[in-house]
Each structure stands twice: as C-alpha cells, then as structure tokens.
C-alpha cells in the first residue's frame, strides 16, 4: 500500500509569547509516536494501516509552503507537527490552492485574532486572523481574547463561528458551518491543562479527552479533512504525559481519515 499519510515535522519558534520550547514539539511527539498502541478498540482496527503513514524530513517555515503543496499533488494527506502556531496560515495557503472549497477548524483556547501582536503580523497570536485572509474558520474551545479581537469579531460577524469553551455548541452546529473541504488545526492548549499541561501559554477550562475526539470524529465522518496539524506543544522534563497525548491524538485523527 502506497502511503497516504504523510507527517512533515515544522519545529518553528519565532514569536512564542510566555513559555518557550515548542520548537521541541514535533521531535517528541516522533519519539512517543512509535510506543502508542495502534489498536483502536473503538474503531476495532489499527488507527494506521500497514504501509499507510510515512514520517518525511523536518522542514523549515520557508520551505513548508512548497512542501504540503508538493504532497497534495501526489494526493497525500499531510500532517504538520509544529511548532508554533503561526505554522498553520502557511500551510492553509498551499492547501487552499488545491481546494478551492476550503475551510478551517481551529481548535484553540486562543482566539488568535490579533492583527499584529508586538509588532509583528506573523505572530502565533495572529494565526487564524491570517487564515481568515485565504478563507473562513470556524474557532472551538476559545476562552481568552482581547477586547480588540471580540470587537472585530464581532464587527464582521466572526463572533457566530467562535464555540466558546464555557458553552460548546453541539458538533452539528459545527458541521454546519464547515464547507465541504476542512483543514484542522489543533493548537494544543485547547485541552484543559490537566490533559497537556505543556504548552507555552496554558488557559483553564479546557475541553478534555473524549470532548476533542467526539469532535473530530463527527468532523471527520461528514467533512473531506484534506489535513491537519497539531502545534504548540511545548515538551517539559518530566511530563510525558502531554508527548503522549499529542502522539495519540496524531494517531486517532488518522484512525478516523482511514477507511
Ligand atoms: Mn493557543
């Protein structure tokens, strides 16, 4: 079987606002990714089939653009490990030149609406207001924004495809305002901190384990997710937990894109 997944490692740290260290991101979630049990119990069958999963060169934030556009012409689904945030508006472009039916799904404690955040308009604070530049995204878990970003939201009526953490939306709603195509970003600190406590800029009140996958399995099910990257984890000495949960969550979203 010809690999259908590919998983590009963008170990990315420029503009990390608080804690730092998630250029380390990518290399730990490859060195758990191997001793997670690719049994699926719920799905009952391995989440990665033989042959299907390929672990390519890490690559740097100027060369990740041509990289995923490279994959999707070969008809692979990529899967971006970063890395901070700010990874994810360079990717969304090579994908949104392939699928011109494109939308986002950010899940995210972060709104990251920002214009510019200390000057700088490529920050990982200003992720998705770059990815609303290319095409629409629909925001899941937020629960810290700046007055700045919930007026401008609310301005250009953003604020209805924002699922704040405090009242999750049911998934259909969701669905719903998805297009055909998806690409998911996960920004780690979506989960509360008591699932992955490393990550650079950690909020309370995250969603938890089941609450994520019940997410992207119905995402999955319904939509055409043409990739997926998950960024901002942040590996601490000592916390292996976190690596693990990352590397898990790699493996059950390819689970679910397999069929
Ligand atoms: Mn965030």
Not at 14 to 29: N, R
Not at 160 to 172: G, M, Q, S, T, Y
Not at 223 to 252: C, H, M, Q, W
Request: charged share 25%.
């Amino acid at each position: 079987m010809a690999s259908k997944f590919a998983i590009i490692a963008c170990p990315h740290e420029a503009t990390t606002s608080y804690g730092q260290g998630t250029k380390a991101g990518p290399a730990a979630i490859l060195k758990a990714l191997p001793y997670v049990e690719n049994f699926d119990e719920e799905l009952g069958r391995e989440m990665v089939a033989k042959g299907s999963l390929e672990i390519l060169k890490s690559v740097t934030v100027t060369s990740l653009g041509s990289r995923v556009a490279r994959l999707l012409k070969e008809e692979k689904i990529p899967v971006i490990l970063g890395g901070e945030h700010s990874i994810t508006p360079i990717a969304v472009k090579a994908f949104a030149g392939r699928y011109k039916n494109l939308s986002v799904l950010q899940l995210d404690a972060h709104a990251d609406l920002r214009d510019s955040y200390k000057g700088k308009k490529n920050s990982h604070a200003c992720a998705l207001r770059r990815v609303l530049e290319i095409c629409p995204a629909v925001q899941v878990g937020i629960r810290s924004l700046s007055i700045e970003e919930w007026e401008w939201a609310k301005k250009t009526g953003q604020i209805d495809k924002i699922h704040f953490a405090e009242k999750l939306e049911l998934v259909d709603k969701i669905e719903h305002q998805l297009r055909k195509d998806v690409y998911i970003t996960i920004d780690v600190d979506v989960f509360d901190p008591a699932v992955i406590p490393a990550t650079g800029t950690p909020e309370p009140g995250g969603l938890f384990w089941y609450e994520v996958l019940d997410i992207l399995k119905g995402v999955c099910a319904t939509k055409n997710v043409v990739g997926f990257d998950v960024v901002e984890l942040s590996p601490r000495r000592g916390d292996i937990a976190s690596d693990f949960t990352a590397a898990k969550l790699v493996y059950k979203l390819i689970g679910f894109l397999s069929k």
